[in-house]
Nanobody, 127 residues
Framework: QVQLVESGGGLVQAGGSLRLACAAS????????MGWFRQAPGKERAFVAA????????YYADSVKGRFTISRDNAKNTVYLQMNSLKPEDTAVYYC????????????????????WGQGTQVTVSS
């Protein structure tokens, strides 16, 4: 059973930065597609970014392009989300997710493409 644990959330002022981490255990992390999603109060869970097993294929939601960077360290079984130039609208609970199957890239932004989820970490951006 794969377990995912996020960390690094917190309160930051607009324009600031945070780095989220997601540590995986219980599976073969280096073979998983990893994704980050977020859910703001009263809204659906939304795709943020995804990264292929080798780190060579990376995808972002339009709302975070140029501000967020996803990366992974397979030796540490960890995926990261560096968030810069944060805005109040980035406020949400951020979740990491793992796809151990390697589904087609066309579904990388769908939450249903991921089998395992972390518990989430709160990010709050004040104006």
């Amino acid at each position: 059973q794969v377990q995912l644990v996020e960390s690094g959330g917190g309160l930051v002022q607009a324009g600031g930065s945070l780095r989220l981490a997601c540590a995986a255990s219980g599976g073969t992390f280096s073979r998983y597609v990893m994704g980050w999603f977020r859910q703001a109060p009263g809204k659906e869970r939304a795709f943020v970014a995804a990264i292929g097993w080798s780190g060579g294929n990376i995808y972002y939601a339009d709302s975070v392009k140029g501000r967020f960077t996803i990366s992974r360290d397979n030796a540490k079984n960890t995926v990261y989300l560096q968030m810069n130039s944060l805005k109040p609208e980035d406020t949400a609970v951020y979740y990491c997710a793992a796809d151990p199957v390697g589904r087609p890239v066309v579904v990388v932004s769908y939450s249903s493409a991921y089998d395992y989820w972390g518990q989430g970490t709160q990010v709050t951006v004040s104006s």
